[in-house]
Protein backbone atom coordinates (compact mmCIF):
# COMPACT_ATOMS: atom_id res chain seq x y z
CA UNK A 1 0.00 0.00 0.00
CA UNK A 2 1.40 3.44 -0.97
CA UNK A 3 1.22 6.51 1.72
CA UNK A 4 -1.31 7.82 -0.99
CA UNK A 5 -4.25 5.54 -0.35
CA UNK A 6 -7.23 7.53 0.49
CA UNK A 7 -8.05 6.99 4.13
CA UNK A 8 -11.46 5.16 3.58
CA UNK A 9 -10.09 2.33 1.13
CA UNK A 10 -7.00 1.25 4.00
CA UNK A 11 -8.31 -1.56 5.86
CA UNK A 12 -10.77 -2.51 3.02
CA UNK A 13 -10.54 -5.90 1.90
CA UNK A 14 -10.90 -6.93 -1.66
CA UNK A 15 -12.79 -9.48 -3.24
CA UNK A 16 -11.09 -12.71 -3.90
CA UNK A 17 -11.75 -14.50 -7.07
CA UNK A 18 -11.25 -17.99 -7.69
CA UNK A 19 -7.66 -19.15 -8.34
CA UNK A 20 -6.84 -19.19 -12.44
CA UNK A 21 -3.84 -21.11 -12.46
CA UNK A 22 -1.96 -21.29 -15.23
CA UNK A 23 1.19 -23.48 -13.66
CA UNK A 24 -0.64 -26.81 -15.42
CA UNK A 25 -3.48 -27.93 -16.89
CA UNK A 26 -6.55 -28.54 -14.31
CA UNK A 27 -10.15 -29.85 -14.50
CA UNK A 28 -11.46 -26.53 -13.79
CA UNK A 29 -14.40 -26.79 -11.38
CA UNK A 30 -13.77 -24.12 -9.23
CA UNK A 31 -15.23 -20.54 -11.22
CA UNK A 32 -18.72 -22.34 -12.65
CA UNK A 33 -17.41 -21.48 -16.18
CA UNK A 34 -19.16 -23.29 -18.66
CA UNK A 35 -17.02 -26.34 -19.94
CA UNK A 36 -19.04 -25.63 -23.56
CA UNK A 37 -17.36 -23.44 -26.10
CA UNK A 38 -19.95 -20.46 -27.61
CA UNK A 39 -22.16 -21.17 -30.24
CA UNK A 40 -20.21 -21.55 -33.48
CA UNK A 41 -22.14 -18.47 -34.97
CA UNK A 42 -20.28 -16.85 -31.79
CA UNK A 43 -17.24 -17.95 -32.51
CA UNK A 44 -17.35 -17.15 -36.29
CA UNK A 45 -18.74 -13.46 -35.59
CA UNK A 46 -15.12 -12.98 -34.65
CA UNK A 47 -13.09 -12.07 -38.04
CA UNK A 48 -10.18 -9.93 -38.51
CA UNK A 49 -12.39 -7.00 -40.07
CA UNK A 50 -14.26 -6.66 -36.54
CA UNK A 51 -10.96 -6.70 -34.64
CA UNK A 52 -9.62 -3.69 -37.46
CA UNK A 53 -12.65 -1.73 -36.30
CA UNK A 54 -11.48 -1.98 -32.58
CA UNK A 55 -9.88 1.32 -34.02
CA UNK A 56 -13.69 3.13 -33.22
CA UNK A 57 -15.63 3.23 -30.02
CA UNK A 58 -17.83 1.24 -29.14
CA UNK A 59 -21.46 1.85 -29.34
CA UNK A 60 -22.21 3.47 -25.37
CA UNK A 61 -26.07 2.57 -26.02
CA UNK A 62 -25.31 -0.37 -26.73
CA UNK A 63 -28.57 -0.25 -28.58
CA UNK A 64 -28.51 -3.51 -30.66
CA UNK A 65 -28.04 -5.40 -27.63
CA UNK A 66 -30.14 -4.22 -25.30
CA UNK A 67 -32.87 -4.72 -28.49
CA UNK A 68 -32.06 -8.30 -29.08
CA UNK A 69 -32.45 -9.06 -25.15
CA UNK A 70 -35.54 -7.41 -24.76
CA UNK A 71 -37.24 -9.42 -28.16
CA UNK A 72 -35.62 -12.14 -25.92
CA UNK A 73 -37.29 -11.94 -22.55
CA UNK A 74 -40.30 -9.77 -23.67
CA UNK A 75 -39.49 -6.28 -22.34
CA UNK A 76 -39.09 -2.66 -23.46
CA UNK A 77 -35.29 -2.31 -24.57
CA UNK A 78 -35.63 0.60 -21.70
CA UNK A 79 -36.03 -2.03 -19.52
CA UNK A 80 -32.17 -3.21 -19.81
CA UNK A 81 -28.70 -2.59 -18.76
CA UNK A 82 -25.80 -4.00 -19.76
CA UNK A 83 -22.36 -4.01 -18.72
CA UNK A 84 -18.62 -4.94 -17.88
CA UNK A 85 -19.92 -8.70 -16.66
CA UNK A 86 -23.44 -8.45 -13.70
CA UNK A 87 -20.36 -7.78 -11.42
CA UNK A 88 -20.22 -4.42 -12.87
CA UNK A 89 -24.04 -3.46 -12.40
CA UNK A 90 -23.77 -4.59 -9.04
CA UNK A 91 -21.34 -2.14 -8.17
CA UNK A 92 -22.94 0.51 -10.04
CA UNK A 93 -26.35 -0.78 -7.91
CA UNK A 94 -24.33 -0.41 -5.17
CA UNK A 95 -22.93 3.15 -5.78
CA UNK A 96 -26.27 4.23 -7.03
CA UNK A 97 -29.07 2.42 -4.02
CA UNK A 98 -26.86 2.03 -0.95
CA UNK A 99 -28.20 4.92 1.04
CA UNK A 100 -30.01 3.49 3.23
CA UNK A 101 -27.95 0.85 3.91
CA UNK A 102 -27.95 -2.84 2.51
CA UNK A 103 -29.43 -6.15 3.22
CA UNK A 104 -28.13 -9.73 2.46
CA UNK A 105 -27.67 -13.28 3.45
CA UNK A 106 -24.12 -14.25 5.50
CA UNK A 107 -23.46 -16.43 3.04
CA UNK A 108 -24.23 -15.51 -0.78
CA UNK A 109 -21.92 -13.89 -3.81
CA UNK A 110 -18.66 -12.28 -1.69
CA UNK A 111 -18.81 -9.26 -4.12
CA UNK A 112 -21.98 -7.90 -2.12
CA UNK A 113 -20.02 -7.15 0.96
CA UNK A 114 -16.85 -5.84 -1.01
CA UNK A 115 -19.19 -3.36 -2.47
CA UNK A 116 -20.95 -2.31 0.61
CA UNK A 117 -17.25 -1.61 2.08
CA UNK A 118 -16.49 0.12 -1.01
CA UNK A 119 -18.86 2.27 -0.83
CA UNK A 120 -19.17 2.70 2.74
CA UNK A 121 -22.33 1.27 2.85
CA UNK A 122 -24.47 -0.31 6.03
CA UNK A 123 -24.68 -3.69 5.28
CA UNK A 124 -26.81 -6.34 7.81
CA UNK A 125 -26.25 -9.42 6.78
CA UNK A 126 -28.52 -12.28 7.71
CA UNK A 127 -27.62 -15.82 8.87
CA UNK A 128 -29.20 -18.47 6.31
CA UNK A 129 -31.17 -21.13 8.49
CA UNK A 130 -29.66 -24.30 9.88
CA UNK A 131 -30.38 -25.92 6.44
CA UNK A 132 -29.22 -22.95 4.19
CA UNK A 133 -32.58 -21.67 2.93
CA UNK A 134 -33.02 -18.44 2.78
CA UNK A 135 -36.24 -17.27 5.12
CA UNK A 136 -37.77 -14.49 2.82
CA UNK A 137 -40.10 -12.80 6.11
CA UNK A 138 -36.70 -11.88 7.19
CA UNK A 139 -36.31 -9.44 4.06
CA UNK A 140 -39.29 -7.88 4.50
CA UNK A 141 -40.11 -4.30 5.53
CA UNK A 142 -36.24 -3.39 5.48
CA UNK A 143 -36.53 -0.41 2.95
CA UNK A 144 -32.97 -1.20 2.41
CA UNK A 145 -31.53 -2.13 -0.73
CA UNK A 146 -31.65 -6.22 -0.40
CA UNK A 147 -29.39 -8.22 -2.67
CA UNK A 148 -30.38 -11.92 -3.03
CA UNK A 149 -28.34 -14.40 -5.58
CA UNK A 150 -31.31 -16.89 -6.66
CA UNK A 151 -29.97 -19.49 -7.26
CA UNK A 152 -27.76 -18.41 -4.23
CA UNK A 153 -24.20 -18.87 -4.65
CA UNK A 154 -22.34 -20.90 -3.08
CA UNK A 155 -25.23 -23.47 -2.05
CA UNK A 156 -27.03 -23.49 -5.42
CA UNK A 157 -30.40 -22.85 -3.22
CA UNK A 158 -33.72 -21.07 -4.70
CA UNK A 159 -36.05 -19.05 -2.82
CA UNK A 160 -39.66 -19.21 -4.73
CA UNK A 161 -40.86 -16.44 -6.78
CA UNK A 162 -43.79 -15.72 -4.41
CA UNK A 163 -41.67 -15.11 -2.10
CA UNK A 164 -39.26 -12.64 -3.72
CA UNK A 165 -42.46 -10.85 -4.88
CA UNK A 166 -43.34 -10.35 -1.01
CA UNK A 167 -39.93 -9.00 -0.35
CA UNK A 168 -40.47 -6.07 -3.40
CA UNK A 169 -43.88 -5.85 -2.03
CA UNK A 170 -43.25 -4.95 1.37
CA UNK A 171 -39.75 -2.86 0.32
CA UNK A 172 -41.93 -0.29 -1.86
CA UNK A 173 -39.05 2.28 -1.31
CA UNK A 174 -35.84 1.03 -2.13
CA UNK A 175 -34.84 -1.65 -4.84
CA UNK A 176 -34.98 -5.12 -4.43
CA UNK A 177 -31.60 -6.37 -6.19
CA UNK A 178 -32.20 -10.93 -7.57
CA UNK A 179 -29.11 -11.90 -8.80
CA UNK A 180 -30.12 -14.38 -10.90
CA UNK A 181 -26.14 -15.15 -12.21
CA UNK A 182 -28.01 -18.65 -12.43
CA UNK A 183 -31.52 -19.22 -13.10
CA UNK A 184 -30.73 -20.72 -16.18
CA UNK A 185 -29.40 -24.06 -15.07
CA UNK A 186 -33.11 -25.05 -13.45
CA UNK A 187 -33.85 -21.71 -11.63
CA UNK A 188 -37.57 -19.43 -11.56
CA UNK A 189 -36.95 -16.04 -12.89
CA UNK A 190 -38.66 -13.13 -11.11
CA UNK A 191 -38.58 -11.20 -14.30
CA UNK A 192 -42.30 -10.78 -14.95
CA UNK A 193 -42.50 -9.37 -11.25
CA UNK A 194 -40.75 -5.94 -13.45
CA UNK A 195 -43.54 -4.72 -15.31
CA UNK A 196 -45.41 -4.70 -12.09
CA UNK A 197 -42.71 -3.57 -9.43
CA UNK A 198 -40.98 -0.18 -10.12
CA UNK A 199 -38.33 -1.59 -7.16
CA UNK A 200 -37.12 -4.44 -8.70
CA UNK A 201 -34.27 -5.18 -10.37
CA UNK A 202 -32.54 -8.37 -11.68
CA UNK A 203 -29.28 -8.82 -12.81
CA UNK A 204 -27.60 -11.71 -15.36
CA UNK A 205 -25.03 -12.24 -16.80
CA UNK A 206 -23.09 -14.05 -19.72
CA UNK A 207 -20.44 -15.75 -18.26
CA UNK A 208 -22.18 -18.59 -17.14
CA UNK A 209 -24.85 -20.24 -18.84
CA UNK A 210 -23.94 -18.46 -22.64
CA UNK A 211 -20.17 -19.70 -22.39
CA UNK A 212 -18.94 -15.85 -22.31
CA UNK A 213 -16.87 -15.31 -18.88
CA UNK A 214 -13.57 -14.03 -20.42
CA UNK A 215 -16.27 -11.47 -22.86
CA UNK A 216 -17.46 -9.70 -19.40
CA UNK A 217 -20.67 -9.14 -20.23
CA UNK A 218 -23.91 -8.78 -18.26
CA UNK A 219 -27.25 -7.07 -18.71
CA UNK A 220 -30.42 -6.35 -16.07
CA UNK A 221 -34.17 -5.53 -15.89
CA UNK A 222 -35.95 -3.16 -14.23
CA UNK A 223 -38.32 -0.04 -14.42
CA UNK A 224 -37.13 2.41 -16.99
CA UNK A 225 -36.15 4.98 -14.22
CA UNK A 226 -34.15 2.38 -12.33
CA UNK A 227 -32.35 1.72 -15.63
CA UNK A 228 -31.75 5.28 -16.40
CA UNK A 229 -30.14 5.84 -12.83
CA UNK A 230 -28.00 2.97 -13.76
CA UNK A 231 -27.36 4.60 -17.24
CA UNK A 232 -26.70 8.25 -15.35
CA UNK A 233 -23.78 5.90 -13.27
CA UNK A 234 -22.32 4.57 -16.42
CA UNK A 235 -21.70 8.13 -18.39
CA UNK A 236 -20.52 9.37 -14.99
CA UNK A 237 -17.68 6.71 -15.33
CA UNK A 238 -17.26 4.56 -18.05
CA UNK A 239 -19.54 5.19 -21.27
CA UNK A 240 -17.76 2.84 -23.86
CA UNK A 241 -17.97 -0.01 -20.58
CA UNK A 242 -18.53 -3.03 -23.12
CA UNK A 243 -16.03 -3.59 -25.63
CA UNK A 244 -16.92 -3.60 -29.74
CA UNK A 245 -16.23 -7.41 -29.65
CA UNK A 246 -18.07 -8.56 -26.77
CA UNK A 247 -21.36 -6.18 -28.05
CA UNK A 248 -21.00 -8.24 -30.99
CA UNK A 249 -20.36 -11.32 -29.56
CA UNK A 250 -23.46 -10.66 -26.91
CA UNK A 251 -25.68 -10.35 -30.07
CA UNK A 252 -24.78 -13.16 -31.94
CA UNK A 253 -25.33 -15.31 -28.32
CA UNK A 254 -29.12 -13.99 -27.71
CA UNK A 255 -29.33 -15.03 -31.53
CA UNK A 256 -28.41 -18.58 -30.55
CA UNK A 257 -30.30 -19.45 -27.96
CA UNK A 258 -31.13 -22.94 -29.01
CA UNK A 259 -27.86 -23.51 -28.88
CA UNK A 260 -27.55 -22.45 -25.26
CA UNK A 261 -30.52 -23.94 -23.73
CA UNK A 262 -29.47 -27.22 -25.19
CA UNK A 263 -26.16 -26.79 -23.16
CA UNK A 264 -28.28 -25.61 -20.17
CA UNK A 265 -30.15 -28.86 -20.02
CA UNK A 266 -26.74 -30.83 -20.52
CA UNK A 267 -25.22 -29.49 -17.51
CA UNK A 268 -28.57 -30.20 -15.61
CA UNK A 269 -28.44 -33.70 -16.55
CA UNK A 270 -24.93 -34.30 -15.85
CA UNK A 271 -25.49 -32.31 -12.19
CA UNK A 272 -28.14 -35.35 -11.33
CA UNK A 273 -25.75 -37.75 -12.38
CA UNK A 274 -22.73 -35.95 -10.16
CA UNK A 275 -25.24 -35.96 -7.50
CA UNK A 276 -26.12 -39.24 -7.67
CA UNK A 277 -22.68 -40.61 -7.37
CA UNK A 278 -21.52 -38.20 -5.07
CA UNK A 279 -24.77 -38.70 -2.73
CA UNK A 280 -24.15 -42.62 -3.31
CA UNK A 281 -20.43 -42.71 -1.93
CA UNK A 282 -21.79 -40.72 1.02
CA UNK A 283 -21.74 -37.19 0.86
CA UNK A 284 -24.10 -34.81 1.65
CA UNK A 285 -25.41 -32.37 -1.47
CA UNK A 286 -27.24 -29.53 -1.10
CA UNK A 287 -30.24 -29.02 -3.43
CA UNK A 288 -28.70 -27.19 -6.48
CA UNK A 289 -30.60 -25.32 -9.43
CA UNK A 290 -26.92 -23.97 -10.54
CA UNK A 291 -24.15 -25.39 -12.64
CA UNK A 292 -22.54 -26.16 -9.51
CA UNK A 293 -23.26 -28.32 -6.25
CA UNK A 294 -22.00 -27.52 -2.63
CA UNK A 295 -20.92 -30.45 -1.21
CA UNK A 296 -19.56 -32.59 2.07
CA UNK A 297 -18.35 -35.73 3.12
CA UNK A 298 -17.69 -36.59 7.35
CA UNK A 299 -15.01 -38.68 5.71
CA UNK A 300 -12.87 -36.06 5.30
CA UNK A 301 -12.29 -32.35 5.89
CA UNK A 302 -13.53 -30.10 3.10
CA UNK A 303 -9.84 -28.07 2.99
CA UNK A 304 -7.86 -31.89 2.69
CA UNK A 305 -10.17 -32.88 0.15
CA UNK A 306 -9.56 -29.30 -1.79
CA UNK A 307 -6.08 -30.23 -1.46
CA UNK A 308 -5.80 -33.67 -2.26
CA UNK A 309 -8.11 -33.17 -5.63
CA UNK A 310 -5.86 -30.09 -6.70
CA UNK A 311 -2.82 -32.24 -6.21
CA UNK A 312 -4.29 -34.50 -8.89
CA UNK A 313 -5.15 -31.97 -10.94
CA UNK A 314 -8.41 -31.24 -9.70
CA UNK A 315 -9.51 -27.56 -8.94
CA UNK A 316 -12.76 -26.83 -7.07
CA UNK A 317 -13.80 -23.94 -4.60
CA UNK A 318 -13.45 -23.89 -1.03
CA UNK A 319 -14.19 -21.19 1.26
CA UNK A 320 -12.33 -20.66 4.57
CA UNK A 321 -15.58 -19.44 6.34
CA UNK A 322 -16.22 -21.59 9.28
CA UNK A 323 -20.02 -22.30 8.91
CA UNK A 324 -19.05 -23.68 5.26
CA UNK A 325 -15.57 -24.70 5.83
CA UNK A 326 -16.85 -28.50 5.82
CA UNK A 327 -18.14 -28.04 2.32
CA UNK A 328 -16.42 -27.55 -1.26
CA UNK A 329 -18.18 -25.82 -4.30
CA UNK A 330 -17.80 -27.93 -7.21
CA UNK A 331 -18.66 -26.81 -11.18
CA UNK A 332 -20.54 -29.20 -13.26
CA UNK A 333 -18.26 -29.71 -16.37
CA UNK A 334 -19.00 -32.10 -18.87
CA UNK A 335 -19.80 -35.91 -18.07
CA UNK A 336 -16.08 -36.76 -18.84
CA UNK A 337 -14.72 -34.33 -16.44
CA UNK A 338 -17.58 -35.11 -13.67
CA UNK A 339 -16.31 -38.77 -14.17
CA UNK A 340 -12.87 -37.74 -13.07
CA UNK A 341 -14.17 -36.16 -10.41
CA UNK A 342 -15.73 -39.32 -8.65
CA UNK A 343 -12.68 -41.41 -9.78
CA UNK A 344 -10.66 -39.14 -8.13
CA UNK A 345 -12.58 -38.56 -5.18
CA UNK A 346 -12.59 -42.73 -4.49
CA UNK A 347 -8.86 -42.36 -4.79
CA UNK A 348 -8.23 -39.99 -2.43
CA UNK A 349 -10.81 -40.79 0.07
CA UNK A 350 -9.35 -44.75 0.89
C1 LIG B 1 -20.38 -15.21 -11.30
C2 LIG B 1 -21.35 -14.39 -10.54
C3 LIG B 1 -21.58 -13.05 -10.85
C4 LIG B 1 -20.75 -12.21 -11.76
O1 LIG B 1 -20.46 -12.66 -12.93
P1 LIG B 1 -19.81 -11.75 -14.05
O2 LIG B 1 -18.75 -12.65 -14.61
O3 LIG B 1 -19.26 -10.51 -13.45
O4 LIG B 1 -20.91 -11.50 -14.97
C5 LIG B 1 -22.58 -12.38 -10.17
N1 LIG B 1 -23.29 -12.96 -9.22
C6 LIG B 1 -23.06 -14.24 -8.85
C7 LIG B 1 -23.88 -14.83 -7.77
C8 LIG B 1 -22.08 -14.98 -9.50
O5 LIG B 1 -21.82 -16.22 -9.10
Redesign the pocket.
Known sequence: MSRFLNEQYRAMEAYTPGEQPRDMQYIKLNT?ESPYPPAPSVVEAMTGEQVELLRLYSDPTAKNLKERLAGLYGVKPENVFVSN????V?NFAFMAFGGQGAVFPDIS?G?YEVYAELYGINAEKIPLEEDFFVDYKKYCGKNKLVVI?NPN?PTGMTIPVWQIEEIVKTNPDSPVLI?E??VDFGGETCLPLVAKYDNLLV?R????SRCL?GG???YAFASPAIIADLEKIKYSTNPYNINRLTLLLGEKTVEAEGYYQEKCAEIQKTRAWTVEQLEGLGFSVLPSKANFIFVKTDKMDGGELYRKLKEKGILVRHFTNPRICQFNRVTIGTKNQMEALIDTIKEVLV
Open positions: NGSDELYFAADAYTTFSKARLG
